[in-house]
């Protein structure tokens, strides 16, 4: 049984029934909205006018796990686990039908929630999280339906951003309000800098430290303005991309084990600590930081569905474990590429680490090669011991997935003096003779050295 329809759900189901048919494993599966197996992290790109959604980010349909002898079962919302007796209850949404189902074996896939802090107004129609298809759905609609064209955007994380970049595509005029000092709180704050000055060059009002208070009403109860701590910013629609929580309501309820940010907490198999017939994986699960050696919230599809796989082979009868992650996330804003991977600043101190810094600035091809451009590189090295923790990149064309190099450094636990004799492709078209990765590498080697000298 799986309790869930998305990235995390349905791949557990669906390499269970490649392992097992239908005679040898029953699976049911329950999602109470619209639609199963898709990409959340798309829905900014539908609201922008980059994809013809909401099917193109469907990748297996209900129709089509049912042909596969997997009994999905939409619009129904699982309201209660009884551990105790091996049962689910669930309701149908449509008619408000309830039932108990008995299981074996249990996947918990339940996704996270968006943050909406209890603020006046925070429900009122016109305000809209961008957590499921059927959020994009929505927001589409008021776009559509409202006579204005201002926007409101709350939080400048990566959604916050990427909203904002949406929302100017259809020509609203956004204001983009932001808790922090600088946007992107992912990245250090010397780096949303950066990040900082792309997103107002597109011309979107950026008000940094901004301490959201209201969200003001008119007479029909709509949402006309974002009010603030020292400010008042007109909207016609509000968008919250504030971050989101696991949704572990259920499982709380049920007496199973929560780490501290209220995600599951799971062994490398992802079976729910304490539990051997029950499963859990996604955004609704906490999991192993590999390079700060202790547990945290990471809720990305990439995870997700690799957690799926795992926990599918498992319940299917095989072996499979998930080793945990080394946060990297990848994002841009118009042609602005935003990447990191490992720690920051701030994280690193947190869990006890010291380290040295350095920053460089590089081209994305050879200097003299038409369409080379710039991007930062900033990377954390352990002090002494020269082991990388994390690095960053903001910059344009070619900058992004450059931070996947040092992904796979920091997951088999490389130096940067190690990471300087990486075999790397080069050519002009593609990066200079010496790629702005192994640069930064180069450069924090010196500094380990000359911290270590000193």
């Known amino acids: 049984m799986v309790i869930g329809g998305d990235a995390a759900g349905m791949s557990a189901a669906s390499q269970a029934r490649r392992l097992k048919d239908p005679d040898a494993l029953e699976i049911v599966a329950f999602e109470r909205g619209h639609h199963a197996s898709y990409s959340a992290c798309g829905i900014p790109y539908w609201v922008g006018g980059d994809v013809d959604g909401p099917d193109q980010l469907v990748a297996r349909t209900p129709e089509e796990h049912r042909a596969r002898q997997i009994d999905l079962r939409m619009r129904t919302e699982v309201t209660e686990i009884d551990v105790a007796g091996g049962r689910v209850r669930s309701r149908r949404l449509p008619d408000g039908q309830e039932v108990w189902t008995g299981y074996d074996k249990l996947v918990i896939a339940t996704g996270a929630r968006p943050v909406r802090p209890p603020l006046p107004g925070i429900d009122a129609p016109g305000v ?5 298809l059927d959020d994009g759905q929505a927001l589409l609609d008021t776009l559509r339906q409202t006579g204005g064209r201002r926007a ?167 072996y499979a474990t998930f080793p945990g992650v080394v946060g990297t996330a990848v994002s841009k804003v118009c042609d602005l590429e935003i990447a990191r991977t490992g720690l920051l600043e701030a994280q690193a101190r947190e869990v006890g680490f010291q380290f040295v810094t350095v920053r460089v600035e590089s081209t994305s091809r050879a200097g003299y090669f038409p369409g080379a451009a710039s991007m930062t590189v900033k990377m954390l090295a352990e002090r ?71």
């Open 128 to 132: 809209h999280g961008v957590q499921t």
């Open 152 to 318: 409101v955007v709350v939080g400048a994380g990566y959604i916050g951003v990427e909203m904002a970049e949406a929302l100017l595509r259809r020509d609203y005029q956004v204001t983009l309000l932001n808790r922090a000092p600088e946007p992107m709180t992912t990245l250090d704050p010397d780096m949303g800098e950066l990040v900082h000055e792309a997103v107002t060059g597109l011309g979107v009002q950026l008000v940094d430290e901004a301490e959201v208070t209201e969200i003001r009403t008119d007479v029909q109860g709509r949402a006309r303005a974002v009010v603030t701590s020292d400010a008042e910013y007109p909207a016609d629609v509000v968008v919250l991309g504030i971050g989101v929580r696991p949704e572990t309501a259920l499982a709380e309820a049920a007496g199973l084990p929560l780490g501290d940010s209220g995600g599951l907490l799971t062994d490398q198999a992802m079976r729910v600590r304490g539990h051997s017939d029950i499963w859990a994986g996604g955004d609704c699960v906490e999991v192993l930081d590999l390079v700060a050696g202790r547990q945290r919230h990471v809720p990305l599809g990439t995870h997700a569905n690799k957690q799926g796989q795992v926990i599918g082979t498992n319940v299917g009868g095989g």
């Open 384 to 454: 002494r011991t020269g082991r990388l923790l994390g690095t960053q990149i903001v910059g344009r064309e070619g900058a992004g997935k450059r931070v996947d190099v040092a992904a796979v450094a920091l997951t088999a636990g490389m130096t940067v003096e190690q990471m300087t004799a990486l075999d790397l492709g080069y050519a002009p078209p593609f990066s200079p003779v010496w790629d702005p990765v192994l640069v930064a590498a180069r450069k924090a080697t010196r500094a380990v050295r000359a911290d270590a000298a000193g």
